[in-house]
């Protein structure tokens, strides 16, 4: 069965490769479908397209797939094309003519693209929590080695003190820049598409604000040709802002790669976190880390897959679209696993606290001499020279304490002003009013 059926067979090789893997992705699509439509009938009882007791029959019968859905014993039917069909077959078998009502008003094209809004607000909601956790973990983990200190690198060449404390708060509050790109994109996605049609709206007075509040979503995408539009600029942003996340994840896993090894010795994991080698037996190889870190390299490259396939379309639907569900869906698991991955990693990380002990750190502690002989008055050029010298000859050495007390540093991290930065930018995706409507939508009577 097909929405556009019109009594012609398909050719068999022509439905498939059309099809592609619609109908495995589409499961995932089923139980936002259900709700889209939930929505949409509502709508139409509103606006005299259907009857008081139809809605009622349709909303009983959709909940009841919505459960099969939940317990995972949903099926898209074989010679049925995808998820919308399946459905709608589904309702014609238990109401007879009452079931082909629902797609009144809408297009499949509408219909598709509103199932991916409320897939990716979903599944960006699980991405937002993660991320939280993880960074819970890395501020915890900043406050308790705030002490601990650890070289600097630049060019990968000794440079300044650091700490343990500064180097998780600097990922901490990465994660919070990017939950503000992540949420951008949020508010890009929560706009409604239900009602653009095929792409130029309906001649039936659709309530296309109806549908928005009773789908929670912020606003509507008003111009209908712009809301078809909107089909795969809406995955280039959001696989733009989880690329800048990635980015972030990437880092910290080639960071932990790095001081992992035995040549850095910064830090270590269990061995149940580790993996061996199959002939050297002394290895302790930091896999999971090394996964995270292709894991984020693959995700970095999805947009440009997405702008590949899109960017020469002109304006309205064309079918070119469907091959950005095979980029874009996998893409949330993949990144939420990195995420759950590294906080896990880090929660058991030991860290060496004896580093600097190791006389090959003395250079870390260059600039703080040449500090304190501008202290003492001498220009900073001159104070610069005179250590660079002093260095040269091999003679230098450093026993002075360590004053950094300006915001950001290592005396003075300031994650209680990074936690609030967080706090703000996690309250403000307002995840309560999608799940308030769905609720609302489930139990209506």
């Known amino acids: 069965m097909k929405l556009w059926d019109k009594g012609i067979k398909v050719d068999k090789k022509i439905e498939q490769f059309t099809v592609g893997k619609d109908r495995e992705l589409d499961l995932q699509l089923a139980a936002f479908d259900i709700l889209g439509t939930l929505a949409h009938i509502e709508m139409l009882e509103s606006i005299d397209l259907l009857e008081k007791d139809e809605l009622k029959q349709i909303q009983e019968e959709l909940r009841k797939i919505y459960s099969t859905i939940k317990n995972e014993a949903f099926v898209i039917e074989d010679g049925v094309e995808d998820v919308h069909s399946q459905i709608e077959v589904l309702l014609t078998e238990e109401l007879g003519d009452v079931g082909k009502k629902i797609h009144s008003g809408r297009s499949r094209n509408d219909q598709v693209l509103l199932d991916l809004k409320l897939f990716t607000r979903n599944k960006l909601e699980e991405i937002v929590r993660e991320a939280r956790l993880l960074f819970d973990e890395l501020i915890s983990k900043s406050n308790q080695y705030k002490k601990v200190l650890m070289p600097g690198y630049t060019h990968l060449q000794v440079a300044m003190p650091s700490s343990f404390g500064l180097w998780f708060g600097s990922y901490a509050e990465s994660l919070t820049d990017d939950l503000m790109v992540l949420q951008s994109a949020y508010k890009v996605v929560n706009q409604n598409p239900l009602g653009s049609g095929a792409g130029y709206g309906s001649s039936f007075p659709l309530n296309r604000q109806m549908t928005t509040d009773l789908l929670g979503f912020r606003d509507l995408s008003y111009n209908v040709v712009y809301a078809q539009m909107g089909r795969g600029k809406m995955e280039f942003t959001v696989l733009s802002a989880l690329a800048n996340m990635a980015m972030t994840i990437g880092k910290l896993a080639m960071d932990a790669c790095l001081y992992n090894s035995q040549n850095f010795?910064?830090?270590?994991?269990?061995?149940?976190?580790?993996?061996?080698?199959?002939?050297?037996?002394?290895?302790?190889?930091?896999?999971?880390?090394?996964?995270?870190?292709?894991?984020?390299?693959?995700?970095?490259?999805?947009?440009?897959?997405?702008?590949?396939?899109?960017?020469?379309?002109?304006?309205?639907?064309?079918?070119?679209?469907?091959?950005?569900?095979?980029?874009?869906?996998?893409?949330?698991?993949?990144?939420?696993?990195?995420?759950?991955?590294?906080?896990?990693?880090?929660?058991?990380?030991?860290?060496?606290?004896?580093?600097?002990?190791?006389?090959?750190?003395?250079?870390?502690?260059?600039?703080?001499?040449?500090?304190?002989?501008?202290?003492?008055?001498?220009?900073?050029?001159?104070?610069?020279k005179e250590v660079g010298q002093i260095v040269e000859k091999g003679e230098f050495k450093y026993n002075g304490k360590l004053k950094y007390v300006h915001e950001g540093s290592i005396g003075n991290l300031c994650n209680d002003k990074i936690v609030n930065k967080m706090n703000e930018i996690f309250v403000g995706f307002n995840f309560n009013r999608t799940k308030e409507a769905y609720m609302n939508l489930l139990n209506r009577i």
Do not use: W
């Open 265 to 384: 010795n910064f830090l270590s994991f269990p061995d149940e976190l580790t993996t061996g080698s199959s002939i050297m037996p002394h290895k302790k190889n930091p896999d999971v880390f090394e996964m995270i870190r292709a894991n984020a390299n693959a995700l970095q490259m999805l947009p440009a897959q997405i702008q590949a396939v899109t960017s020469n379309l002109p304006s309205g639907y064309h079918r070119d679209y469907q091959l950005t569900k095979e980029f874009f869906m996998p893409a949330f698991d993949k990144m939420l696993a990195c995420i759950e991955m590294t906080r896990i990693m880090l929660s058991e990380v030991k860290i060496n606290k004896d580093i600097l002990n190791d006389d090959r750190y003395q250079y870390l502690f260059t600039v703080e001499e040449v500090n304190r002989l501008v202290l003492k008055g001498t220009p900073f050029r001159d104070a610069y």
